[in-house]
Nanobody, 115 residues
Framework: QVQLVESGGGLVQPGGSLRLSCAAS????????MGWYRQAPGKERELVAR???????NYADSVKGRFAISRDSARNTVYLQMNSLKPDDTAVYYC?????????WGQGTQVTVSS
């Protein structure tokens, strides 16, 4: 059993910043990567950013240069710092943990970018 607890969503004006956090617990000894996905209304869920246990990161083209993913291995926590937010970033953001060959998901946190 794997639990992912997210926090940090909310309403922000365009150009603003938010930081999302996701704490993992349970059977995570064979964690391969953690990341963030998002799903906007009427759209498919898409990868935003991912960090492997090796530290290698990858980002969606739409967020490169604006978002940064990081982790605290001691706390099994991953963060997503989101800067220069745009209305197109509005979505439910889901934390993801990839363990061996299985994906685990958090419940999601709403991010709304609006004036």
């Amino acid at each position: 059993q794997v639990q992912l607890v997210e926090s940090g969503g909310g309403l922000v004006q365009p150009g603003g910043s938010l930081r999302l956090s996701c704490a993992a617990s349970g059977f995570i000894s064979r964690l391969t990567a953690m990341g963030w996905y998002r799903q906007a209304p009427g759209k498919e869920r898409e990868l935003v950013a991912r960090i492997q246990v090796s530290g290698i990161t990858n980002y969606a083209d739409s967020v490169k240069g604006r978002f940064a993913i990081s982790r605290d291995s001691a706390r099994n926590t991953v963060y997503l710092q989101m800067n220069s937010l745009k209305p197109d970033d509005t979505a439910v953001y889901y934390c993801n943990a990839y363990i061996i060959t299985s994906h685990y998901w958090g419940q999601g946190t709403q991010v709304t970018v609006s004036s």
